[in-house]
């Protein structure tokens, strides 16, 4: 059963996060957070904090082994865009697209190929 947490409409494009998250995904959450600490990227904190959320949660739902948990699913996807618009010359005008990302991650036990959690 994962534990989950989601940050939603966060100010950061999607595309800056990814890179991020295919650093942790399948990763100990407790490494995962040391690697995020050390990463001079606005988005390694937003990812920090979600990560944090989903441990925070496991703990609430009294998960059995805590320290165990692995990042099993860091999903960055795209949210809504504020789009506005830069004046060009010649009276021209270009869009620009200020995004958002939904960022999600799932933590759940390493489980081995026998299907049993390896923490028992």
Request: aromatic share 4%; charged share 30%; proline share 5%.
């Amino acid at each position: 059963m994962p534990y989950t947490a989601t940050h939603k409409y966060a100010r950061i494009s999607p595309r800056k996060v990814r890179a991020l998250a295919d650093l942790v995904r399948g990763k100990f959450a407790d490494e995962a957070l040391d690697i995020l600490r050390f990463q001079p990227h606005r988005g390694a904190r937003m990812l920090e904090k979600v990560i944090k959320s989903a441990l925070g949660n496991a703990e609430h739902r009294q998960a059995p082994g805590v320290d165990d948990l692995v990042v099993i699913d860091a999903r960055i996807d795209g949210g809504p865009m504020f789009k506005r618009i830069r004046p060009r010359a010649r009276g021209m005008a270009f869009g620009i697209k200020r995004r958002m990302s939904h960022i999600k991650v799932s933590l759940d036990t390493v489980v081995s190929a026998t299907g049993q959690v390896a923490a028992e």
